[in-house]
């Protein structure tokens, strides 16, 4: 989200790490990642740094997670068969929704959200029946 913000500046990695309160080695293991998945582009130099290969609005939160080898849903439950049976077939679908909605929230939504203000909002959400119950 901090290379979103910057967009189209680049950032260097140690003010990344000092702003993002991370180790510099971890995100730079971070930065590695989503630049062999083609979402970070990077300059050495004095007037370097890091900064997204596009938009904001044009890299989903499926392509991010994915960069850095995060699984959006874990293929298989335990005991259950994906090709048979109820909780396979509930959870095909769930994996599914899932790798939808991340893929139809790109970082530009994430930082409109921030900017609103409320760190907990997702655009276009749809309400959990906890939140219904507040």
């Known amino acids: ?22 180790p510099l080695q971890f995100l730079e293991n971070i930065l590695g990642d989503l630049r062999k998945g083609g979402l970070v582009c990077s300059r050495r130099g004095f007037h370097g740094g890091y900064g997204l290969a596009r938009p904001p609005d044009q890299i989903d939160l499926a392509e991010v997670l994915t960069a850095v080898g995060s699984p959006l849903v874990a293929s298989t439950i335990p005991g259950a068969s994906l090709e048979n049976g109820r909780i396979g077939a509930l959870w095909a679908e769930l994996s599914t929704a899932m790798r939808d909605l991340l893929a139809a929230r790109t970082l530009s939504d994430l930082v409109a959200d921030q900017q609103i203000g409320d760190p907990e909002r997702v655009s276009t959400r749809r309400r959990s029946r906890q939140d219904r119950a507040r």
């Open 1 to 22: 989200m901090a290379l979103a913000r910057a967009w189209p500046d680049l950032v260097k990695a140690a003010e990344l790490s000092a702003s993002e309160s991370l």
